[in-house]
């Protein structure tokens, strides 16, 4: 099964971001406005995209500053049944790439050294590469673009918006 990984280097403490991706302030602000979610195991998490489409995520798992992972319950029919995590690595620049050496290009263009957290995503449990795959994959890279400009400056790029300059 084909699984979509997404890796980067947020200068934001793992709280900040733990937060920004299970308050319904912080997903409205990077992912879709209008989400409701409350920070609770097994509750629903719902992501309206415009007047007709949503998806709802239960909460699978929870860590305060380490971990969230949802199960897709509604939405398109390819995202159905898959599994997304956001996994938080605190760090500075030292440490990170002690850790993670394939993050080098990202490290060596930040400003500070200090008060980082590396973001591991997954999506995972697609059926197949298709073409929604594949937009999803891109479009989920411009969306963890918005949520580290979320945690850097105070403003993501939250849909529609998410593939503008």
């Known amino acids: 099964m084909p699984d979509i990984r997404h890796q980067l280097i947020i200068a934001a403490s793992p709280e900040?971001?733990?937060?920004?991706?299970?308050?319904?302030?912080?997903?409205?602000?990077?992912?879709?406005?209008?989400?409701?979610?409350?920070?609770?195991?097994?509750?629903?998490a719902r992501f309206p995209f415009g007047p007709d489409y949503y998806k709802e995520m239960k909460i699978a798992g929870l860590k305060p500053s380490e971990l969230v992972k949802?199960?897709?319950l509604k939405g398109d029919q390819e995202w159905i049944g898959t599994t997304l995590s956001f996994s938080l690595e605190p760090g500075n620049k030292g440490s990170l790439l002690y850790?993670?050496?394939?993050?080098?290009?990202?490290?060596?263009?930040?400003?500070?050294?200090e008060n980082l957290t590396l973001l591991i995503f997954h999506h995972e449990n697609?059926?197949?590469?298709?073409?929604m795959y594949a937009e999803c994959n891109f479009t989920w890279g411009r969306f963890l673009w918005s949520l580290k400009l979320l945690c850097e400056t105070g403003k993501g790029l939250p849909w529609p918006n998410q593939h503008r300059v």
């Open 126 to 131: 697609w059926k197949d590469y298709t073409p």
């Open 16 to 44: 900040k971001i733990f937060h920004a991706v299970t308050s319904q302030e912080g997903l409205s602000a990077w992912w879709t406005p209008g989400a409701t979610a409350r920070p609770e195991l097994n509750s629903i």
């Open 70 to 72: 949802w199960i897709c």
């Open 99 to 113: 850790a993670h050496p394939e993050m080098r290009g990202q490290a060596e263009q930040l400003k500070s050294g």
